[in-house]
């Protein structure tokens, strides 16, 4: 997980830098910041999957 979450990290930073770049279009920086939110989004449910998922691992694992 923690692989993922550092290219999670360094995918989103490059999503920035490239807005930077491309500040003088605004319709190019708009298109990628709506991406860079809606990836966000994703990756957030992702972990509160996962978390949820890790929870009902364990109270599995307590029962027996």
């Known amino acids: 997980m923690d692989v993922q979450v550092q ?5 989103n930073d ?3 830098d490239l807005v930077q770049y491309i500040n003088n279009d605004p319709d190019a920086v708009q ?3 709506s991406e860079l939110q809606e990836f966000q989004e994703r990756w ?3 972990v509160q999957q996962m978390e949820w998922q890790s929870k009902e691992v364990e109270a599995f694992k307590l029962q027996f």
């Open 31 to 33: 298109r990628i910041n």
């Open 44 to 46: 957030d449910n992702l």
């Open 7 to 11: 290219r999670f990290d360094d995918l």
């Open 14 to 16: 490059r999503g920035h």
